[in-house]
C-alpha cells in the first residue's frame, strides 16, 4: 500500500491552463506538505497544513491555492500556469509537533508547462 | 534560521570504494538532521536521522552519518560504494519547534564500474 500517494505522475498543459494535483496519505499524520524541486533539483517548501489549517506559506505567487479537505488530503491548485512552474512537485506528510518525525514523500508529479 | 550547506554537487567513486558525501547545518538551536536518498524519477526516501542521543547513527542500505557538534557537520558515509548507490543525496535539518524541513541543494553520486 502506497502511503503518500500523488496524481497525475505526470502533467502535461499549456499556458495559461489551470491544473489541479491530488494528494493523500494513509499514515495517519496530521501534517501534510508541498515541495517545489526545480530543474537543478532544488527543493523548496512551498505549503504546510496541520489538521486542516494552514501552517506554513512560503513566498509562492497566489495563483497556487492548496487545499485540505480533511488531515489526509492536500490537493494543489495553480491558477493561470506560466512557464516558469514547470517542475516536480513533491506532496510529503509527517507528525506535526515531533521534530524528530521524517517527512514521508510521494513520488511527485511532473508538471510540464509548454 | 536553519540551513544546511552540501558541500559538492556531484561527487564520483569507483565500485567498492569509500562514499562520504558532506554535511554542514546552521542552527542557533539543536538540529534534528536527516538525510534522505532520491532515484531517479522517484520520491525522497528516509535514510538515517539524527535526533539526540547516540551520535553516530546508522541508516538503510549500509550508510551511516556522524553527529559532529564542534564541527556543525553531520556528513554521510558508506564503506564500499555499490552501482544501486547511484542517486541524489539531500541532507536536511530541522529545528525544535518548527515544522520547516529545510533541505540542501542535493550532492549526486556517480559510481563507476
Known amino acids: 500500500d502506497t502511503a503518500v500517494s500523488q496524481t497525475p505522475k505526470y502533467l502535461v498543459t499549456q499556458m495559461g491552463n489551470d491544473k489541479s494535483i491530488k494528494c493523500e496519505q494513509n499514515?495517519?499524520?496530521?501534517?501534510m506538505y508541498w515541495y517545489k524541486q526545480d530543474s537543478k533539483k532544488f527543493l523548496k517548501i512551498m505549503f504546510s497544513y496541520n489538521n486542516k489549517e494552514l501552517i506554513i506559506n512560503e513566498t509562492v505567487p497566489n495563483r497556487f491555492s492548496p487545499k485540505s479537505p480533511d488531515k489526509a488530503h492536500l490537493n494543489l491548485h495553480i491558477n493561470s500556469l506560466e512557464l516558469g512552474d514547470s517542475a516536480v512537485y513533491f506532496c510529503a506528510s509527517t507528525v506535526g509537533g515531533q521534530d524528530n518525525s521524517p517527512l514521508h514523500f510521494g513520488n511527485g508529479t511532473r508538471l510540464t508547462v509548454t | 534560521a536553519q540551513s544546511v550547506t552540501q558541500l559538492g554537487s556531484h561527487v564520483s567513486v569507483s565500485e567498492g570504494a569509500l562514499v562520504l558525501l558532506r554535511c554542514n547545518y546552521s542552527s542557533s538551536v539543536p538540529p534534528y538532521l536527516f538525510w534522505y536518498v532520491q532515484y531517479p524519477n522517484q520520491g525522497l526516501q528516509l535514510l538515517l536521522k539524527y535526533t539526540t542521543g547516540a551520535t553516530l547513527v546508522k541508516g538503510i542500505n549500509g550508510f551511516e552519518a556522524e553527529f559532529k557538534k564542534s564541527e556543525t557537520s553531520f556528513h554521510l558515509t558508506k564503506p564500499s560504494a555499490h552501482m544501486s548507490d547511484a542517486a541524489e543525496y539531500f541532507c536536511?535539518?530541522?529545528?525544535?519547534?518548527?515544522?520547516?524541513?529545510?533541505f540542501g541543494t542535493g550532492t549526486q553520486l556517480k559510481v563507476e564500474l
Open positions: 536536511a535539518v530541522r529545528t525544535g519547534g518548527g515544522n520547516k524541513l529545510t
Open positions: 499514515l495517519g499524520h496530521d501534517t
